[in-house]
């Protein structure tokens, strides 16, 4: 398992990534939309910046949703492997060994 230490890292560089994409996205909104000295209004941004939310807000869910996927499948890898020790364990209790002895006579007896 990852320490959070790792964790909150990689997500800070999917912070500066996706940042990083917002400001140039910008950038190039600014820069090749303009048409015959035309400046973005107030509600052109805010339509650049709501669907760039939406898109980033999408891209966000789908790694969160791998990551979890990869971690429920860590943790249920984990819950097999202890559950059959546990299992196992059971084995050697007195209590179980008895009920086996029982079954393996019940097994071995002629049958009538």
């Not at 400001?23 to 107030?42: H, K, S, V």
């Not at 807000?57 to 990869?70: E, G, K, M, P, S």
């Not at 393996?104 to 002629?110: G, H």
């Amino acid at each position: 398992m990852k320490t959070a230490f790792q964790l909150n890292l990689r997500l800070s560089y999917l912070v500066l990534g996706l940042l990083t994409i917002c400001f140039l996205g910008l950038w190039l909104f600014l820069e090749f939309f303009p048409e015959n000295g035309w400046f973005p209004t107030l509600i052109d941004v805010m339509a650049y910046c709501t669907g760039s939310v939406a898109i980033l807000t999408l891209v966000y869910h789908a790694l969160n949703l791998t990551i979890t996927q990869n971690i429920h499948k860590e943790n249920l890898a984990i819950r097999k492997n202890q559950y059959s020790f546990e299992v196992i364990a059971k084995f050697h209790e007195p209590s179980m060994a008895n009920t086996l002895r029982d079954l393996r006579d019940i097994r071995n007896s002629p049958k009538k």
